[in-house]
């Protein structure tokens, strides 16, 4: 039992360890958890559990319980691409338009519970049109890659940056104290985004129009 323990994914030990004792004290009639266990490789891979108690002692205490590990690693790999796929823009790996919706909706309700203050800033690439027709999308697809990545340097670690669609980027500001803190960081990327762009040897040039908007004010 110990040894089992031990492989379990730190991570998924509580919730593994609550559904047995649950099953161990008759709350529930049959055990069953998902979590991921350690292999000799260094790896993990998911296992979906499920188990009976099959004999107690004269005073109902769980005795043993038999049951059946399945890997499951295959189906829990397919869910997460199609996790990603749906919520992350593959071009620039930020999340895309439905991600930042559930983002900021959820920042919203954790800004009023908390009567605390958000800001979303609303980006957009001038020129970029320029850049796309006159250079090819290869280049304009590079220059949206190395953009995503300049506005992620800008900001906290923690704060969403999405890619909504084109050339429109968004960014969604927590904990937010002054609003002139906000302006400073729009300048920043401003100033981050003027800078020169080098694809294939090539220099290109955009600037970037932001607009901020800020919860609940």
Known sequence: YRELLNLIHPEDKSLLLNEMQKHLSHQSRQFSAEYRMLCSDGSYKWIYGRGMVVSTDEFGKSLRMVGTHTDISAMKNAEEKIWIEANYDALTKLPNRRLFYDRIEENMKKAKRGKESIALLFIDL???????????????????????????????????????????????????????????????????????????????????SIGIALYPD
Do not use: M
């Open 126 to 208: 001038d020129r970029f049109k320029e850049v796309n027709d006159t250079l090819g999308h290869d280049v304009g697809d590079q220059l949206l890659i190395q953009a995503a990545t300049r506005i992620k340097a800008s900001v906290r670690v923690y704060d969403t940056v999405a890619r909504l669609g084109g050339d429109e980027f968004t960014v969604v500001l927590t904990d937010i104290h002054d609003s002139a803190d906000v302006a400073h960081l729009a300048e920043k990327i401003i100033q981050y985004l003027s800078q020169p762009f080098v694809i294939h040897g090539v220099e290109s040039y955009v600037s970037a």
